[in-house]
Nanobody, 132 residues
Framework: QVQLVESGGGLVQAGGSLRVSCADSGRTFSSYIMGWFRQAPGKEREFVAA????????TYADSVKDRFIISRDNAKNTVFLRLNSVKPEDTAVYYCAAALTSITAAQNLLAMRGIPDKYDYWGQGTQVTVSS
């Protein structure tokens, strides 16, 4: 069973940095591709970043590329998202999600591209607010 709990959200000024974390209480964390998504008020949930099960590869949405960094520590069952040079438009609830690694490379690729229905488990979210 995978249970994801996000933390680290809060208020940050534009141009600042923040790190959000997502901890999994299960025992199979290293078997999952982990993703971060976000949802701003009145908008649909959107993909932010994903990281492979071993941490060897990462993908990012164009809107956050070169500003955000996703990483994971499999020994601590935790995935991180470092938000740098934040902008007011980064304000959203940030969710982490887990996609069980498939034997089919195409399925893994879709998860790495941030297709939401490829993710099996979702956290409750943590609010990030960027003030201008």
């Amino acid at each position: 069973q995978v249970q994801l709990v996000e933390s680290g959200g809060g208020l940050v000024q534009a141009g600042g940095s923040l790190r959000v974390s997502c901890a999994d209480s299960g025992r199979t964390f290293s078997s999952y591709i982990m993703g971060w998504f976000r949802q701003a008020p009145g908008k649909e949930r959107e993909f932010v970043a994903a990281i492979g099960a071993s941490g060897d590869r990462a993908t990012y949405a164009d809107s956050v590329k070169d500003r955000f960094i996703i990483s994971r520590d499999n020994a601590k069952n935790t995935v991180f998202l470092r938000l740098n040079s934040v902008k007011p438009e980064d304000t959203a609830v940030y969710y982490c999600a887990a996609a069980l690694t498939s034997i089919t490379a195409a399925q893994n690729l879709l998860a790495m591209r941030g297709i939401p229905d490829k993710y099996d488990y979702w956290g409750q979210g943590t609010q990030v607010t960027v003030s201008s």
